[in-house]
């Protein structure tokens, strides 16, 4: 299934959570909290501004970013869990 996102939006694919800490301890799965890093997979065109004209998307496809915890809405695509939301809830871009 392939997904354009409109307008300010993007589709973002969340990064595995590390399976064991620093000290070499191993996290069950019921105590992994959902990673707050992805990749970016695809972007919307971006933001209409009050006058009309088309603010551009910061992020592009391909980009490592931080995101609230709580941000966008997840949806499975081809059973892999990606995350939609707005360039908004994008905290900063890893480089």
Do not use: C, Q, W
């Amino acid at each position: 299934m392939n997904l354009k996102p409109l307008n300010d939006r993007v589709l973002v694919k969340r990064l595995e959570s590390e399976e064991k800490t620093a000290g070499g301890l191993y996290i069950p799965d019921t105590a992994k909290e959902k990673p707050s890093r992805g990749e970016v997979v695809a972007a919307g065109p971006g933001k209409t501004a009050d006058d009309g004209k088309l603010v551009a998307m910061t992020v592009k496809a391909g980009d490592m970013v931080l995101f609230n915890k709580y941000a966008g809405t997840e949806i499975k695509i081809d059973g892999v869990e990606h995350l939609v939301m707005r360039e908004d809830d994008i905290l900063a871009i890893i480089e």
